[in-house]
């Protein structure tokens, strides 16, 4: 996921690293923070794969600082990740957040909608955090607080991004 979002925020603009960095950061939040341990390596293989490069530009006070550029082939290889995201990253909601929020950057809708299809199918699929043997347990089954709480949250998300879902594929903008 890290490599996509790099390659999504480089299809927005050309970038100096630490830029890059806290955009990364800002868009995982807390729940994945970014070190300069897995950042630069990612950037290098990007580059070393031809999908970004490295060029000197002048910086505010005369040193010179390396901004990173997304190449043609980075951003066809950003389009590909796009069109086709892994199963993975529709399932888990903090790797789709990331293909979320770099979908606008392909071109044809219907290639949009197709991934929030993906999305919304896999939500619409039955599914419980928590079970009796074999059995989901519904909510008033469950007798820990804390557990019927993050049943009451899940459900109450997973609500609220099917209905959000559904609007953007039925083309009601109040939901764009």
């Given at each position: 996921?890290?490599?996509?979002?790099?390659?999504?925020?480089?299809a927005e603009?050309?970038?100096?690293?630490?830029?890059?960095?806290?955009?990364?950061?800002?868009?995982?939040?807390?729940?994945?923070?970014v070190?300069d341990?897995?950042?630069?390596?990612?950037?290098?293989?990007?580059?070393?794969q031809?999908?970004?490069?490295?060029?000197?530009?002048?910086?505010?006070?005369?040193?010179?600082?390396?901004?990173?550029?997304?190449?043609?082939?980075?951003?066809?290889?950003?389009?590909?990740?796009?069109?086709?995201?892994?199963?993975?990253?529709?399932?888990?909601?903090?790797?789709?957040?990331?293909?979320?929020?770099?979908?606008?950057?392909?071109?044809?809708?219907?290639?949009?909608?197709?991934?929030?299809?993906?999305?919304?199918?896999?939500?619409?699929?039955?599914?419980?955090?928590?079970?009796?043997?074999?059995?989901?347990?519904?909510?008033?089954?469950?007798?820990?607080?804390?557990?019927?709480?993050?049943?009451?949250?899940?459900r109450?998300t997973?609500?609220?991004e099917?209905?959000?879902?559904?609007?953007?594929?039925?083309?009601?903008?109040?939901?764009?």
């Amino acid at each position: 996921m890290l490599e996509l979002a790099i390659l999504g925020f480089l299809a927005e603009a050309p970038l100096h690293g630490y830029e890059l960095r806290r955009r990364v950061a800002h868009l995982s939040g807390h729940s994945r923070p970014v070190s300069d341990g897995s950042l630069y390596p990612a950037i290098n293989r990007l580059v070393r794969q031809g999908l970004l490069e490295r060029r000197t530009e002048a910086g505010r006070a005369a040193a010179q600082r390396h901004v990173l550029h997304l190449t043609e082939a980075g951003r066809t290889d950003l389009l590909q990740r796009l069109r086709r995201p892994p199963e993975q990253d529709i399932t888990d909601f903090n790797r789709f957040a990331v293909v979320l929020a770099f979908l606008s950057q392909l071109p044809d809708v219907a290639d949009q909608h197709a991934v929030l299809s993906r999305r919304l199918a896999f939500l619409e699929e039955p599914a419980s955090f928590f079970y009796d043997g074999d059995r989901p347990l519904r909510e008033r089954e469950m007798d820990d607080p804390y557990r019927k709480g993050l049943f009451v949250v899940a459900r109450a998300t997973s609500r609220a991004e099917r209905t959000w879902l559904r609007g953007v594929l039925d083309g009601d903008h109040t939901h764009d």
